[in-house]
């Protein structure tokens, strides 16, 4: 078919089909996953709950980034405290020993008492629970694994928990977002974590609009 033979139809279908809205990979489904919070953060500045939102927020990082175990805390209004309002995909007794935890700022960047390896650009953590309190192993599922040893230089193992601090531009920090145990227990690939430090960015400054401008 030479171009004198593509009729105005032929165009339409073939641009249709190209930008289809249906994701083509998951790189394209995160995206429409992040576009889509974005869509729900409209309406819940108007009154949605905060609640519904980091559920939206947590069902990306599952569905979509394939972490099993998320939680997410924000500081207090009130006090300065931070502490955990979302916990997913833990069990009963590391979620409730997680919803009795509480930090100050202090601790939040406290690098002797929490040592981590840091990274990205948006400051993101992979801590272990091996150096830390005795008290912090009773909120990960299986505490007796914490001493297991690493299997290879790529995978995880129960100790093992990433951290991305909620900041906005100007720096303030107004919470934290922890993830662990990617599928297969591996060491995530680079544009996974890529994907959560946008996401981080994202939902802080989404937060901070709500819950902290005022």
């Known amino acids: 078919m030479g171009e004198k033979d593509i ?4 165009f339409r279908r073939h641009i249709v089909t190209r930008y289809s809205r249906l994701s083509e990979n998951e790189d ?23 609640d519904s939102f980091l559920e939206k927020v947590a069902s990306i990082m599952q569905r979509e980034l394939f972490f099993r175990e998320i939680s997410i805390g924000l500081r207090d209004r009130f006090d300065g405290m931070y502490r955990y309002k ?16 509480e930090y100050t700022y202090d601790d939040m960047i406290d690098a002797a008492k929490y040592p981590a390896i840091k990274f ?14 005795k008290e912090e192993w009773a909120t990960f599922t ?45 060491l995530p690939p680079r544009r996974i974590i890529k994907w959560v430090e946008l996401l981080s960015t994202i939902i802080a400054e989404i937060i901070w609009e709500k819950e902290y401008s005022h």
């Open 120 to 133: 990205g650009k948006n400051i993101m953590e992979l801590s272990s629970a091996v150096n830390e309190d």
């Open 28 to 50: 394209e489904k995160i995206m429409d996953s992040i576009m889509d919070l974005m869509i729900l953060s409209n309406p819940w500045r108007r009154g949605k709950s905060l």
């Open 86 to 101: 979302l916990i997913k995909g833990h069990s009963k007794d590391a979620t409730d020993s997680t919803k009795r935890m």
């Open 142 to 186: 299986s505490p007796s694994l914490i001493n297991a040893p690493r299997k290879s230089i790529d995978t995880l193992i129960e100790a093992d928990y990433f951290h991305a601090y909620l900041r906005i531009g100007t720096g303030e920090l107004i919470g934290f977002m922890e993830f662990s145990k990617w599928k297969r227990g591996a």
């Open 7 to 10: 009729t105005p139809a032929d």
